[in-house]
């Protein structure tokens, strides 16, 4: 039995699960399970990991995303550029491997732990059909991990990108320094954060929302409710919206791509 599963905490609600769950049975796929592994700290990774032998893949969400890296192997290009891992390949290593990465001075366990970052592929695929001329630059509501990820597909579509956070950080502007000519520069607003996720409804990013025009798109990564009051505040000044869930459809797919190739990364 092939096993994959999600590491965070807390994880009382799962689209990982339910999803995977589901393309396995349509798939008729019978040899291949998803649970969930509620882990509080990170260093509890390789126990977890001791514990589940025949795990072959791991994808990684809030609190972990950025923590994990000093756990792995290798790290992907696009990942390591964005600080931050949410799918984990764990590739059983040959007793002669082990050995060589012994000698060349790279940990050795009977697992490679290999970091990836199919979130930026998530978001970059479903944000590109809805960017326009207009769509120069971006307001990131938000820096966790998630953060990262939209910042370094931002980057890949040559969308410059400000972050708006609540307590002062170089480089990142705060939630009470927002001006109209922030709204009137930046017609992509996205939201990193988990403010307006279910059961929380009536919470939002708190931005001048009177500053939003027809003109802007506003991105929520949140998919439950599927429309959150932030993207409902911004449709009711016109904007254009979307929610996170194609992201999400995606990023899983990436992912199942990922643990199910072979190539070895050295």
């Known amino acids: 039995m092939k096993k994959y599963g999600l590491i965070g905490f807390p994880l009382s609600h799962s689209f990982s699960k339910k999803y995977f769950t589901e393309k396995f049975a349509k798939l008729h796929i019978k040899d ?4 969930l592994y509620p882990i509080e700290h990170i260093k509890d990774l390789q126990d977890m990991l001791d514990l589940h ?3 072959c893949g791991l994808n990684v969400t809030i609190p972990h995303k950025v923590n994990v890296i000093k756990y792995l192997d290798w790290i992907e290009h696009d990942a390591k550029n964005a600080g931050a891992v949410n799918c984990i390949r764990v ?3 040959s007793p002669v491997l082990a050995s060589f990465l012994g000698e060349v001075g790279v940990k050795g366990h009977d697992f490679r732990l290999e970091g990836f970052n199919t979130d930026i592929y998530g978001f970059e695929m479903s944000l590109r059909p809805l960017i326009t001329d207009e769509h120069e630059s971006a307001l990131i509501l938000g820096d966790g991990g998630a953060a990262k990820a939209v910042r370094c597909a931002l980057d890949n579509l040559g969308i410059a990108a400000t ?5 002062p950080k170089p480089g990142c ?6 001006k109209p000519y922030h709204f009137k520069k930046n017609k992509l607003i996205i939201n990193t954060t988990p403010l307006g996720t279910a059961p929380n409804v009536d919470e939002c990013p708190n931005i001048p929302y009177e500053y939003i025009t027809k ?7 949140i998919y439950n409710p599927e429309k959150t009051l932030f993207l409902k505040k911004g449709e009711q000044q016109g904007a254009r919206i979307k929610n996170g869930y194609e992201m999400l459809t995606l990023q899983a797919e990436k992912s199942w791509e990922i643990w199910n190739s072979q190539t070895m990364n050295l």
């Open 32 to 35: 291949a399970e998803y649970d």
């Open 53 to 55: 032998p025949d795990l």
């Open 91 to 93: 590739v059983a290593e």
């Open 163 to 167: 972050t708006v956070i609540r307590k």
């Open 173 to 178: 502007i705060l939630y009470k320094d927002l």
């Open 215 to 221: 003109s802007h798109l506003l991105y929520d990564l």
